[in-house]
């Protein structure tokens, strides 16, 4: 049995990966849930903004929130035209699934062609600085994305909850056809929350560059874990994809100190069969 | 038919023959290499399509059976020293184990449908991935199997896999084309159309996805078995990647999922164009291009090369023999186009026989005692009680959610009830599940036509006459029957989406009554048709009596409902309020408040 110490440090550090994991759930549910759209891309988005990141700090300089500055706006556009393709050639829930997965292996060659398959490190001189507080360390960079998380779900929340543009868009997932009757021009809010969705890709991004390491593959790594993540914190919930965020990250790190790291992946992925098939209403 | 069958037979006999010859002949050993990632391609795609491309079920864990079938030949042959051929079919089982284990838990969830399924089989993947890298399957160095003995069938040390990869491809696609013709292929097409229909019209969908989920899985496990032997070194990192998940999707796809060749089209189309990327930078580039290429034809083709090719293929030719003779037969008839027009006799007369009343005239044919069924705090039944003679016609009344289509559902077996039985003839059907009962003689309509949409008039209706419990041959000569009764002899090659609402209506009509019911229960047939289609929709149901059965249905309109029925019930919030003759049970009171409020009730 590990010491309470070391407990206690990995339910910390899993409630701070998290905050990761609930970021990138964030952009994916929304598309989902609202627009009735499995984008698979989303991943190799948050990647490519990772690998931006990394470009413009390792060659240019350039901090990482200058480095976000341009990236969520273009990210924004990116969102913006796929959407235009999906419109183009009515793309179903399903089809949606197999063409993202093209996009993603596309954006991996892209990405492996320029950066190669090697692993990269962006080093920071704050890459290493932690605050302490009694016996537990929690690391600064992973404690900004957690307050990133947070502040983009409670601000997603409030979007949908109390905008007008917010309310059409939770009417028209509910009923697409009754809502164009009400004047809810569908079409238009689709594209910003494809924006959306993709800027947040890009936002989880700059942390994944600046947090973890980097390998073209690893896009595929991150991909179950965050689905069982939307899954159980509910399509278009924001706050619901944050706490299971939390949730599932939390249990992963204990897993870690309690068995070993290589396991880690079975508790997500159980997590998320177990709920599929025992509580398939909520998805 | 059987024709056609011969020949394609024959076709991948002699295929999987000549080929078998190559190595004899000195083939080099690079084409030979070449040519076995080519069938270990055809194998594994086409095993892919007898669940995801007949049945739709999109799955992407089909990594996950060749992974367990690769490392049950690895580990047998090389930790256990069994000898290679043997694990083959080791692997096989294996895996069809497996996909009868998650397939007998996830295919009970009825929400586990389209991408949550997809998503579903992905994350099993990596779950067993993880398994095997962190036990002693694997324990993460990998597998060598460079020590274990392949016997030689021929010269050449390559040629014993080449010829293993062969058969496996030809035996797959035979198989593929065998279930595609055979009634778990027609039941696998219609629950890709419409699961729930499927079931009610008597597809026992839970062991048709079973099967094709296991048969599939075996296919892949062997596959994978060979495949050990062909790389030598098994790793969890390889076998287990997206590769195998995503080249057989886009390789099915391309070539045309449902359709029994399309998917090795797919496979020799995608092998060789990945063969001009082989080796270094160009292999990165060689998976973005196959990736942009599932893309494209998922946008522009979605049904595939061999479906749109052979489609410009039967438009070809029968503009060909339009032009010879002038006279079209409609095709979808196949061997059978001989169909004469004495058929709509032989078919309504056999139904006279099977519906006519069997033993006690006096017990009710169908019997539902003390329904209850509740959706959350909504009751929809009430302790609703309700008989029905044979050759009666009982109307079923009352206002909207009154609980009649919940009713017809609750029979019909798609909603179980919480309290109460339904007996046929003395048959408890309230624990059956929906497809016993299409097959012991109940039927449906729904309220809203639900055609299986890649089916033609004449199949749909074919459909239920087979899974009602005809015989699979003379199926669409009854079928064609059926559709002539309700007057859509012309209409038999037509897609549902070709017809109007009146015959989509009709169409659902026959396709209830090919089932030769002994009850039918029909939803709302009248709603939505003009007051000249309903004069002959009722002279339709009289004369679907005549012949003996017995008929529930549901109808708001009132002229149909007075002349047809020989007793009414009427329902109101899920209670039986009024049965009788249906004058009087309309003149009840109750009934009249009911339907027109307080005031008139006086």
């Known amino acids: ?283 | 038919m059987s024709e056609r069958r011969g020949a394609v037979a024959a076709g991948l006999l002699s295929v999987g023959v000549g080929m078998s010859l190559l190595p004899m002949i000195g083939l080099p050993a690079f084409y030979e290499s070449f040519l076995y990632l080519v069938f270990h391609w055809i194998a594994l795609a086409t095993s892919w399509s007898i669940l995801s491309g007949y049945a739709g079920y999109f799955s992407f864990g089909h990594g996950a059976f060749f992974g367990a079938g690769m490392y049950t030949t690895a580990t047998l042959t090389a930790s256990y020293g069994m000898p290679f051929l043997l694990t083959l079919p080791l692997a096989g089982l294996v895996s069809a184990a497996l996909a009868t284990g998650i397939g007998a838990v996830v295919f009970r969830v009825k929400r586990l449908r389209g991408e949550l399924f997809g998503l579903l089989t992905l994350a099993i993947t990596f779950v067993l991935a993880t398994i095997v890298l962190n036990t002693r399957i694997d324990g993460g160095p990998g597998v060598y199997l460079l020590g274990v003995h392949v016997p030689r069938l021929v010269a050449s040390p390559t040629g014993t896999v080449y010829l293993l990869g062969l058969t496996l491809a030809v035996l797959t696609v035979g198989t593929s084309y065998v279930v595609g013709r055979s009634r778990l292929g027609l039941g696998l097409l219609a629950i890709h159309d419409d699961e729930d229909v499927a079931e009610v019209k008597g597809v026992p969908t839970f062991r048709y996805k079973l099967s094709a989920f296991a048969l599939s899985a075996g296919i892949a496990g062997m596959a994978g078995g060979i495949q050990a032997i062909y790389v030598g070194y098994v790793t969890v990192g390889e076998t287990f990647s997206i590769t195998v998940p995503l080249y057989v999707v886009l390789m099915s796809i391309l070539g045309g999922a449902r359709h029994w060749l399309g998917p090795t089209v797919g496979a020799i189309i995608i092998t060789t164009s990945l063969y001009a990327f082989t080796g270094g930078e160009s292999a990165v580039l060689g998976r973005a291009v196959v990736a942009l290429a599932m893309i494209l034809v998922i946008l522009l083709l979605p049904d595939g090369v061999v479906p749109s090719v052979a489609r410009q293929w039967r438009a070809w030719r029968s503009r060909r023999s339009v032009a010879v003779d002038k006279r079209v037969t409609p095709s979808v008839l196949g061997s059978t186009g001989s169909f004469a027009p004495d058929g709509r006799a032989r078919a309504a007369g056999s139904v006279t026989v099977s519906t006519a009343p069997r033993g006690d005239a006096q017990a009710a044919l169908l019997d539902c005692r003390e329904l209850w069924k509740a959706f959350g705090g909504i009751q929809a039944l009430r302790a609703v009680s309700l008989r029905l003679d044979p050759g009666e016609i009982v109307g079923l009344v009352g206002p909207n959610g009154s609980g009649k289509t919940t009713l017809i559902n609750v029979i019909s077996g798609h909603y179980r009830p919480d309290r109460g039985r339904v007996d046929l003839r003395g048959g408890d059907l309230s624990s059956r599940p929906a497809h016993e009962i299409a097959r012991l003689g109940v039927s449906r309509t729904y309220q809203i036509p639900r055609p299986f949409a890649h089916l033609t008039a004449l199949d749909n209706v074919a459909l239920a006459a087979i899974f009602g419990g005809g015989d699979a041959r003379t199926a669409r000569i009854e079928a064609a029957g059926w559709l002539e009764f309700t007057g859509l002899a012309a209409r038999l090659a037509a897609l549902p989406a070709e017809l109007n609402l009146h015959e989509r209506k009709f169409l659902e009509l026959a396709r209830a009554l090919a089932a030769r019911p002994r009850v039918i229960l029909l939803d709302e047939v009248l709603s939505g048709l003009n007051p000249a289609e309903i004069t002959s929709a009722i002279r339709l149901i009289q004369k679907i009596r005549a012949d003996g059965t017995a008929i529930l249905f549901v109808e708001h309109v009132m002229r149909a409902v007075l002349e047809l029925s020989d007793r009414i019930v009427v329902l109101n919030e899920g209670t039986v309020i009024a049965s009788g003759a249906p004058h009087e049970a309309m003149r009840d009171p109750h009934v009249v408040r009911v339907y027109l409020g307080k005031g008139h009730a006086a």
């Open chain 1, 1 to 283: 049995m590990p010491s309470l110490t070391l407990l206690g440090q990995s339910v910390v550090s899993g409630l701070l990966a998290g905050g990761l994991y609930g970021l990138l759930a964030l952009g994916l549910s929304l598309s989902w849930g609202l627009l009735r759209l499995v984008n698979l891309g989303h991943f190799a988005l948050a990647f490519l903004g990772a690998y931006l990141t990394y470009q413009l700090g390792t060659a240019f300089r350039l901090a990482p929130w200058f480095s976000a500055l341009l990236i969520v706006p273009v990210f924004f556009g990116l969102g913006v035209g796929l959407h235009v393709v999906f419109v183009r050639f009515r793309v179903t829930e399903f089809t949606s699934l197999l063409v993202t997965f093209g996009i993603t292996v596309i954006l991996e060659s892209v990405i492996q062609w320029f950066w190669t398959a090697d692993f990269r490190r962006y080093e920071t001189p704050y890459g290493t600085s932690s605050t302490r507080i009694g016996p537990l360390f929690v690391p600064t960079l992973d404690f900004l994305a957690w307050l990133t998380a947070a502040a983009l779900a409670l601000a997603t929340w409030a979007w949908l909850r109390f905008t007008y543009v917010g309310k059409a868009l939770r009417a028209s997932a509910e009923d697409p056809e009754i809502a164009v009757a009400f004047g809810v021009n569908h079409r238009a809010q689709a594209f910003v929350v494809s924006g959306v969705s993709a800027a947040y890709a890009g936002v989880a991004g700059v942390y994944i560059a600046l947090i973890s390491t980097l390998a073209p593959s690893q896009i595929w790594a991150w991909l179950g874990v965050v689905f069982a993540v939307v899954i159980i914190g509910g399509l278009a919930n924001p706050i619901g994809a944050l706490l299971a965020g939390i949730l599932i990250g939390v249990s992963e790190s204990l897993t870690m100190a309690v068995a070993t790291p290589a396991w880690a992946p079975l508790v997500s992925f159980s997590v998320l069969i177990l709920l599929l098939v025992a509580r398939p209403a909520r998805a």
